[in-house]
């Protein structure tokens, strides 16, 4: 699995090359704008081809879009999880059982590998040190012990792809390493090249 993550800002340009990278094979793609309103976030989805919402999840912010456009799913970044409490099973599965995926981030392996709530795959950052966060160090987290879904984030490229695969992780998403590349499409190509020459 390779998975995407929006920019925080949106570019003349990345509509279109969204479009051209779901052509190119991603079939997840994090949508996460923290600083957009919903309207902005509904602007943002009724540029893209409807045909490519079963690849898309959104983020903390608007879950309710999911009740406008059939997207694949939400993701609960670490601090929305953490501030559900005893919901968050109930919260989980509200969505669940209406088939949509969900998914969740960590900064601690050991947070993931305690968290009893089902997810369909985790984020755990940073492996590496982050391409789009200079003061993001990466930590290397070796995860083969943890009998999960973990796709590892941070510094994430076709480079480190391998390197992240051999720590157990089964899948990689990437920010950075795409969004900053001269040429995102080709740089994204090359991680599927790297991550299934390991996999």
Same mark, same amino acid.
């Given at each position: 699995m390779i998975l995407l993550i929006s920019p925080e800002q949106t570019s003349n340009t990345e509509i279109k090359t969204l479009h051209q990278l779901f052509e190119a094979g991603l079939e997840h793609f994090h949508f996460? &704008? %923290?600083? $957009?309103? @919903?309207? /902005?976030? !509904?602007?943002?989805?009724?540029?893209?081809?409807?045909? =490519?919402y079963q690849y898309m999840m959104t983020h903390n912010f608007h879950h309710e879009l999911t009740a406008e456009f059939p997207l694949k799913g939400i993701h609960l970044e670490? !601090? &929305?999880? !953490?501030?559900?409490?005893?919901?968050?099973?109930? =919260?989980?599965?509200?969505f669940t059982d209406k088939e949509f995926v969900v998914s969740s981030s960590y900064?601690?392996?050991?947070? @993931? *590998? *305690?968290?009893?709530?089902a997810?369909?795959?985790?984020? @755990?950052?940073?492996?590496?040190?982050?391409? #789009? &966060? #200079?003061?993001? &160090?990466g930590r290397g987290f070796d995860v083969r012990d943890i009998p999960k879904f973990i796709a590892g984030m941070g510094g994430i490229n $076709? /480079?480190?792809? %391998?390197? $992240?695969?051999k720590l157990g992780f089964k899948g990689v998403g990437a920010l950075g390493g795409v969004w900053n590349a001269p040429d995102p499409v080709q740089a994204f190509k090359e991680m599927q090249s790297a991550f299934l020459s390991v996999e």
């Open positions: 996460r &704008k %923290p600083n $957009a309103s @919903l309207d /902005q976030h !509904r602007a943002y989805l009724d540029q893209v081809d409807p045909q =490519y670490e !601090r &929305k999880w !953490r501030v559900q409490g005893d919901q968050l099973e109930s =919260y989980v599965t509200s900064h601690e392996p050991e947070d @993931l *590998a *305690a968290q009893s709530v997810f369909a795959y985790h984020l @755990l950052s940073p492996v590496f040190s982050a391409i #789009s &966060k #200079s003061d993001m &160090k $076709a /480079q480190t792809t %391998p390197e $992240a695969v």
